[in-house]
């Protein structure tokens, strides 16, 4: 199915949303849940579903020969290099700090579709991205350009890695998507390829994990990003970037630390300040103007 592109820019938005409330979700789980197992549960809660509905649907989950390569490099290096860096960074940075390095997710985006496309990067694209970046460098103020100390630093390390991470996996997905895979069978797999990665360490946290306080709001918890930010957010994702550049749909990561900080002022008492109101509008006006290129 594909969308026109005023349905497009409806869907990232939606997208955009149910990913700012999962990030503020992932701080939370991070702080009170082993960190593997979060990931873990997360591939497979998605993974599983979503391979299970290609199956009844396509008949099959086979991959041709010649594809099978780039599924395992998009699943291991892409997705779950991202799954993992990103939700160990937030048990370090805040929120807002991890939204923000994944914000700069369309720069590494446009990078590597310059490195394996060739693809001309347009000053008005440049000019959009560096708005986009001055507005989410203002969303978390001054505080995001210091460590307070060697752990912050270690948490924005890995959210940085994630966002690189990401950036591949949005581009490099595409070229599993234009050979006429569906994006519930990219997605199911590179979730699943989550989960067996995760495996082992998971297995470590079960048997030797703090398991204290973790209640039925932590399995809400997982629901939530397993089945809206994974499973629908994700292929809502895959279908926008068969429909438009890579670079261009991962502009609208430049939104998510607005709907992050509004989720975690909502769920974890952040505070929301005037640099989060000033920077958004720089936010949006960089993808708006971005996107024109």
Known sequence: ??????????????????WGGNNAVMRWLALTTPVFCVAWTRGL?????????????????????????????????????????????LRWTTAAHGALLLALGPLFSALWERAWEGREIRPAFVAGAVVAAAGVAIV??????????LMQALGDALA?????????????????????????????FSALCTAVVTTPFAVWEICNGNWRGVGWAQ??????????????????????????????????????????ALAAWALLDEPVTWLLLWGGLLIIAGVAYARRA
């Open 1 to 18: 199915m594909v969308f026109p592109v005023d349905r497009v820019v409806l869907l990232l938005l939606l997208v955009v949303l149910i």
């Open 45 to 89: 809660l998605a993974g599983l579903p979503l391979l299970f509905w290609v199956w009844r649907r396509e008949g099959s989950l086979g991959v041709p020969r010649a594809d099978r390569r780039d599924f395992l490099i998009n699943g291991f290096l892409g997705l779950a290099v991202f799954q993992v860096a990103f939700i160990w960074s």
């Open 140 to 149: 978390v103020g001054l505080d995001a350009l210091r460590f307070r100390n």
């Open 160 to 188: 940085l890695g994630g966002s690189v991470a990401w950036a591949f996996y949005s581009t490099y997905q595409k070229r599993l998507l234009l050979r006429g895979h569906s994006p519930a069978k990219v997605t199911g």
């Open 219 to 260: 399995v809400g918890g997982q629901l939530y990003s397993a089945w809206l930010a994974t499973l629908l957010a994700q292929l809502a994702w895959s279908h926008a970037i068969r429909r438009e550049p890579a670079s261009v749909v991962m502009l609208f990561q430049s939104i998510v630390p607005v709907t992050t």
